[in-house]
């Protein structure tokens, strides 16, 4: 097989993964240990601070650190494409502190360019085991439902959360493979626009560890990204096929 064919094949496989992408933001924190605003990830804007002060989200050993507690404390956003209809998704890695003063609060949400917070990411005591449990919210300030069994400080999981327009429901799921695996609902909501993601700081006392944020159109995209080693192993696999059938 010639450099020319071998160029046509690695351009025919990235064009189809260009033509399906539908990421909006892929975050990895990975910057300067300091505040998070100012900071612009690969795809998507401009992380800004759209409520409070004071007490700034930290970005430290390139993971984003929520730190809860009282007094003022930053809330920060990042804008992407808007987005109208369909569904819209953002997921994370996040671990939690022991806190022996956990009470509810959401911590991440959906937003427009205004105020309307939509899919609403809580954590809560636990009511059955474990330290703690998280939910979703529409709207409310309260989840609609919480995750079951509980979960543990200081373990890193996986949040996957979607919005629907045609439904107005938010599902959140944990460590969730594929779409079909079990997820707890929100209530119905009626959001015209969501155009940003945000991070919201409260005033229990709990931190929040988080990393690897992607913001998609598709559940399956909301995996982190492969590593520049996997997407050349699967380029190699694709001339293979090419040659086992020649």
Excluded: C
Excluded at 211 to 236: C, K, Q, R, Y
């Amino acid at each position: 097989m010639n450099i020319k064919t071998i160029a046509t094949l690695t351009a025919f496989a990235t064009g189809i993964s260009a033509s399906n992408a539908a990421v909006l933001v892929t975050e990895d924190f990975a910057y300067p240990d300091g505040n998070l605003v100012g900071n612009s990830p690969s795809s998507g804007g401009t992380w800004a601070n759209h409520s409070g002060s004071g007490n700034f989200i930290q970005v430290t050993g390139e993971k984003a650190f929520l730190e809860h507690g009282s007094g003022s404390r930053e809330d920060a956003s990042i804008s992407f494409s808007s987005t109208t209809s369909g569904t819209i998704y953002y997921a994370f890695d996040f671990s939690v502190t022991a806190d022996v003063n956990l009470f509810d609060e959401y911590f991440a949400h959906f937003k427009d360019s205004g105020t309307d917070f939509t899919s609403r990411l809580h954590i809560d005591p636990a009511t059955e085991g474990g330290d703690y449990t998280v939910g979703i919210s529409g709207f409310s300030g309260a989840p609609d439902a919480t995750v079951s069994p509980a979960l543990g400080f200081g373990t890193t999981y996986r949040a996957t959360v979607r919005f629907d327009f045609g439904t107005g429901i938010s599902t959140l799921w944990i460590n969730a493979e594929t779409e079909g695996d079990p997820g707890i609902d929100s209530a119905a909501d009626t959001v015209p626009e969501i155009n940003s993601f945000a991070f919201r700081q409260a005033s229990s006392s709990e931190s929040i560890t988080v990393d690897n944020l992607v913001i998609s159109t598709t559940f399956a995209e909301t995996n982190p990204i492969p590593e520049p080693a996997t997407g050349f192993l699967g380029s190699l696999a694709l001339l293979g096929l090419v040659r086992r059938r020649r």
